[in-house]
């Protein structure tokens, strides 16, 4: 399980307990995020080609994949590549491959002109934050990266600069050196205008299988606003 932009592994935590019934289950934090190391390139196809390396670190051979958001854009760029030979099934959630606007840039921006070295606490973080990210869930979503490093001060989880630096890439779709054969679900988040009915022409010209699941009253976090019902769609298609 490959999470999104500023996340991290726990992002998936409710729904992995309720799929480890009767699946093995690896959540990931991507590089530069969580407890990942960062990497002097964080765009989609260096983040694919880490990713592999510690699954055959980890010595898997065939899986399934699921990413969210960021991370569905890095798990297509992965099963375009040659070398992701053992790749039964692909499950990307409320994400297209295509070119995105950069609406993240301003959550950016935000973060990098935060000074860490003053700041007391998370309260005041988010009272820095606010101005520029008006939605308190997002703030929160944010916040959850913030933690106090043992010098005492405050440090993200996630790797802000270089994050900033390979924005341009990350918007882009991702490169795929190959069509995808294998079985892939598209779950949109039926509030959601991440994924459209525009996008299907440019999806079918990628994926040789796909198909789509809808979960209604979801946004772009549907795994997190519908735990249930998500777990149980991609139970369902991950036992094909």
Not at 45 to 60: K, N, P, Q, T, W
Not at 202 to 215: H, V
């Amino acid at each position: 399980m490959l999470h999104g932009l500023f996340g991290d592994l726990d992002n998936f935590r409710s729904v992995s307990l309720h799929m480890e019934r009767s699946l093995s289950v690896i959540r990931m934090d991507l590089p530069g995020h969580g407890k990942s190391p960062s990497n002097p390139s964080l765009t989609l196809e260096s983040m694919a080609d880490l990713v592999l390396d510690e699954l055959a670190a980890l010595g898997i051979r065939d899986f399934h994949l699921l990413g969210h958001s960021l991370g569905g854009k890095v798990a297509m760029a992965l099963a375009g590549n040659p070398k992701a030979r053992g790749l039964q099934r692909l499950c990307i959630v409320d994400i297209a491959p295509k070119q995105y606007p950069p609406h993240h840039q301003g959550i950016l921006d935000a973060l990098l002109s935060l000074d860490l070295e003053s700041l007391k606490d998370r309260r005041q973080a988010d009272a820095l934050l606010k101005s520029a990210v008006t939605d308190a869930g997002i703030r929160a979503f944010l916040l959850k990266g913030l933690y106090q490093h043992e010098s005492k001060r405050f440090r993200w989880r996630f790797d802000v600069k270089q994050l900033a630096k390979d924005y341009p890439s990350i918007s882009q779709p991702p490169h795929m050196q190959q069509n995808v054969d294998v079985p892939t679900l598209f779950i949109k988040g039926g509030n959601s205008d991440y994924l459209t009915a525009e996008d299907e022409p440019g999806i079918r010209a990628l994926f040789s299988d796909p198909s789509l699941k809808i979960i209604e009253g979801a946004g772009h976090w549907p795994h997190a606003e519908k735990p249930s019902q998500f777990s149980n769609i991609c139970t369902e298609f991950f036992h094909g």
